[in-house]
């Protein structure tokens, strides 16, 4: 009796699509960190532990979804792709600069906050930086042109 042993080797992504999933983590990474920044603020102002659990149940869903979308990318479902930049790089790109931009527009100064900001408030905006900027590289890297061949081959 012979045993036949098929060997699939699924074809690995390009270094484009490798860094955009990289990015996409990192992007999860700093939106974890600034929940516990927030969510620690909160809880050290006196807020009560069970009204925040609804709010950290959200953000535990949205990251757990994710990384499963950046698993999924990674392996080159472009329906993952296609959903990371309209969830995520786009819905969850204003979510992340919708509330600074309105506080500037209505007259708030960045010298001012940066005179007046302690620590944490420099953590979180460091953070929030780079999670922005780790969204719009991924973004950018899901969809140049050896991305797009490995989407279509996939």
Same mark, same amino acid.
């Given at each position: 009796m012979s045993t036949t042993t098929v060997v699939v080797k699924a074809e690995t992504p390009p270094p484009v699509v490798h860094t955009a999933a990289m990015l996409w983590l990192a992007a999860v990474? !700093? @939106?974890?960190? *600034?929940? #516990?920044?927030?969510? @620690?603020? $909160? $809880?050290? *102002?006196?807020?009560? #532990?069970? @009204?925040?659990?609804p709010q950290a149940g959200f953000r535990l %869903? #949205?990251? %757990? @979804?994710? #990384? !499963?979308?950046? $698993?999924?990318?990674?392996d080159g479902a472009n329906w993952a792709r296609w959903t990371l930049a309209g969830t995520l790089g786009v819905f969850g790109t204003l979510s992340l600069v919708k509330e600074p931009v309105e506080w500037l527009l209505a007259g708030g100064s960045i010298a001012e906050a940066m005179a007046g900001a302690d620590a944490l408030a420099w953590a979180f905006a460091a953070s929030r930086v780079l999670h922005v900027l780790a969204v719009l590289g991924a973004l950018v890297l899901m969809f140049q042109p050896r991305a797009n061949a490995y989407f279509r081959s996939a």
């Amino acid at each position: 009796m012979s045993t036949t042993t098929v060997v699939v080797k699924a074809e690995t992504p390009p270094p484009v699509v490798h860094t955009a999933a990289m990015l996409w983590l990192a992007a999860v990474a !700093f @939106g974890a960190f *600034e929940a #516990v920044l927030m969510i @620690g603020s $909160l $809880l050290y *102002e006196g807020a009560p #532990v069970l @009204g925040l659990l609804p709010q950290a149940g959200f953000r535990l %869903a #949205v990251f %757990a @979804g994710a #990384v !499963f979308l950046t $698993l999924k990318l990674k392996d080159g479902a472009n329906w993952a792709r296609w959903t990371l930049a309209g969830t995520l790089g786009v819905f969850g790109t204003l979510s992340l600069v919708k509330e600074p931009v309105e506080w500037l527009l209505a007259g708030g100064s960045i010298a001012e906050a940066m005179a007046g900001a302690d620590a944490l408030a420099w953590a979180f905006a460091a953070s929030r930086v780079l999670h922005v900027l780790a969204v719009l590289g991924a973004l950018v890297l899901m969809f140049q042109p050896r991305a797009n061949a490995y989407f279509r081959s996939a």
